[in-house]
Structures are given as C-alpha cells and as structure tokens.
C-alpha cells in the first residue's frame, strides 16, 4: 500500500472517488462545496494539499485523542477504510492512517518542512 501521495493520478474525478472524496470539493471549484450538507463552519473542515492543489474533506467527526476536539475522518473506500487526521488542529490532514479490507494497516504522518508522508506504522490488524 502506498499512500505517500494520498491524490495522485490522471484522472481527477477517478481519483477523488477512489479516495472518497468527491469532484466538488476540490478548493476554487465552480460548484458549492456542500449544497445539500448541514450548515457547520468551513473553518472546521479537515483539508489536504498535493502540490498545488488543496481537497477540502469536511468536517472532523471523530475525536480520535479524546481531548474534545474532533479530530479525524473516515472514508471508506472499495479497498479498506481511510482515518484523516489533524493532530495539531490547525485544520491541516497530518496523519493517515489505511486500513485494508484483507485487515493489514499503514500509517503517516506529513513532514510539515518536506511536505513528504513517512510511515509510522505498519501491520495486520489481528
């Protein structure tokens, strides 16, 4: 599994729904980015950049440190499930973690002075 470019790909409609994330909610895009979701404050969205381009995921759901933030959001996708999280709560996704169908896992974090994904961890869930 290899994640060290979590949106990469020719195809950016295919890539997004690889990855859970649809076309619509790439940042500068023509379309709103949630015109049917519930009201909730942008500035809460958990986002990622790959080079020049920046994915806004959406709100954090999920307070993976129990400190009463959420933190972190699930995609599930055709191959396993996928954590986003923003440990520091500066909105920015620096840490994933894939967890894949067959129940082997691999997570990162993101170099803030690289911009690289290093892996932390890696295993079968068990």
Excluded: K
Excluded at 77 to 104: C, L, Q
Aim: glycine residues 12%.
């Amino acid at each position: 599994m290899d994640i060290s470019s979590p949106f990469d790909g020719s195809d950016d409609a295919a890539t997004d729904a690889v990855h859970g994330v649809e076309s619509a909610t790439h940042v500068g895009s023509a379309e709103p980015l949630y015109a049917s979701a519930p009201v909730h404050d942008l500035h809460d969205n958990l986002w990622i950049a790959d080079g020049d381009r920046v994915w806004d995921l959406g709100p954090a759901d999920v307070d993976s440190d129990a400190d009463g933030i959420p933190d972190s959001l699930t995609r599930v996708g055709p191959g396993g499930i996928t954590v986003y999280t923003d440990t520091d709560h500066d909105g920015r996704v620096d840490a994933i973690t894939e967890v894949d169908s067959d129940g082997g896992f691999e997570s990162r974090r993101l170099d803030i002075e690289t911009g690289d994904w290093v892996r932390t961890d890696i295993g079968r869930l068990d």
